[in-house]
């Protein structure tokens, strides 16, 4: 099995700061690309940071600027700096993993279970 752990959500004022990071450990074989993912009530999920095995990172239009995704393979941990946060950034924050679990030949979507992050003053 593969387990994705996220941390750091929590209560912060507009304007204010969070670092989110995840965890992967299990049977995990390689990691491809990681991200961040975000689901608002009543809304879909959406990407919100993506980065690549190389580093290479992604952001969503919303966040650009503001949100800075980093991560560490030795590790196999992902973190998202969260900086100048809005209320609309409120919602349920997930990690997810493109990657292969030992003994598999194909690569699969791994998820967390989430961390909440509500802006509000």
Known sequence: QVQLVE???????????????????GSIFSINAMGWY??????QREL???ITSG???NYADSV??????????A????????NSLKPEDTAVYYCNLEGRRLGAVTTRV???QGTQ???SS
């Open 7 to 25: 941390s750091g959500g929590g209560l912060v004022q507009p304007g204010g700061s969070l670092r989110l990071s995840c965890a992967a450990s």
């Open 38 to 43: 975000r689901q608002a009530p009543g809304k």
């Open 48 to 50: 919100v940071a993506a």
């Open 55 to 57: 580093g290479m990172p």
């Open 64 to 73: 650009k600027g503001r949100f800075t995704i980093s991560r560490d393979n």
């Open 75 to 82: 590790k196999n941990t992902l973190h998202l700096q969260m």
């Open 110 to 112: 791994f998820w967390g």
């Open 117 to 119: 992050v509500t802006v």
